[in-house]
């Protein structure tokens, strides 16, 4: 019998991703936001800290636009589970995580989780006061640069 069963790149494992970045902020999120904080904690070597959650691979940089709707599903998973909870503002929805939510992380103890905890922690304690726009503007100015040793190599 052959094993279909898909959690890379999943709602599930973006949520997961985004429960953890939540349960380390001390701030309520929108969902932009994430998702740019997402993409560099899976990538923070790229910018200037420790080895990557992920391997690295060419042009890397475009994946930060291309998972929004699996952050927006991500999130929804989350939110049906009562992990997270979303905040009406007169400028969009925020996001933060919920008491359950850090009670149910509590749970994990693999070696991934511990790294996921690491880099997530690590990205926070630079990106959490920072505005979405800032944080937006600063991958646009380097995005260029993440996975371009792919493409100096081949030259």
């Not at 475009?62 to 939110?79: H, N, P, S, T």
């Not at 008491?99 to 880099?119: H, W």
Request: charged fraction near 25%; charge should be negative.
């Amino acid at each position: 019998m052959e094993n279909n069963t898909r959690l890379f790149n999943t709602p599930l494992e973006i949520g997961l991703r985004l429960l953890v970045l939540l349960s380390q902020s001390q701030t309520q999120m929108d969902s932009e936001k994430l998702m740019y904080l997402d993409f560099l904690c899976l990538n923070t070597f790229d910018i200037g800290g420790p080895e990557s959650l992920h391997a690295p691979i060419p042009n890397r940089g475009v994946q930060v636009f291309a998972k929004k709707e699996l952050i927006q599903r991500g999130l929804a998973v989350m939110l049906s589970k009562e992990l997270i909870a979303i905040i009406p503002t007169e400028k969009g929805f925020l996001y933060y995580a919920t008491d359950a939510g850090r009670y149910f992380l509590q749970y994990f103890q693999t070696p991934y989780y511990s790294k996921l905890v690491e880099k997530s922690s690590w990205v926070v304690s630079l990106f959490d006061e920072e505005s979405t726009q800032e944080i937006k503007k600063y991958i646009d100015d380097n995005l260029s640069k993440w996975g371009g040793e792919f493409v100096e190599a081949a030259k």
